[in-house]
């Protein structure tokens, strides 16, 4: 059982930045691939990003691309979501997830996942 926890997120301006932060209880935090995902209001939860298990690989959605940047720190058991370049469509819960498999989109193919952090970019 891995335990997840987000923090960091907020308020913020559009064109501001934001680094959400997830910490994994789990040891062998470093096995796992991991995904961040978010989820407005009324909408389906949809895929952000995702990091290899090593942090040498990572994969993003379009809307993102360029503007955030996923990372890991094994070490700590923690992923990062740097977020900048904010819009408010970006406007949403945001969640980790771990799972087995690398670069998947679907949330589905997750095993693990933390309570959420909520994200309001303002216009």
């Known amino acids: 059982q891995v335990h997840l926890v987000e923090s960091g997120g907020g308020l913020v301006q559009a064109g501001g930045s934001l680094r959400l932060s997830c910490a994994a209880s789990?040891?062998?935090?470093?096995?796992?691939?991991m995904g961040w995902f978010r989820q407005a209001p009324g909408k389906e939860r949809e895929f952000v990003a995702s990091?290899?298990?090593?942090?040498?690989?990572?994969y993003y959605a379009d809307s993102v691309k360029g503007r955030f940047t996923i990372s890991r720190d094994n070490a700590k058991n923690t992923v990062y979501l740097q977020m900048n370049s904010q819009k408010p469509e970006d406007t949403a819960d945001y969640y980790c997830?771990?799972?087995?498999?690398?670069?998947?989109?679907?949330?589905?193919?997750?095993?693990?996942w933390g309570q959420g952090t909520p994200v309001t970019v303002s216009s």
């Open positions: 997830a771990a799972g087995r498999h690398f670069g998947v989109r679907a949330a589905v193919s997750y095993d693990y």
């Open positions: 789990e040891r062998t935090f470093s096995s796992y691939a």
């Open positions: 990091i290899n298990w090593t942090g040498g690989s990572t």
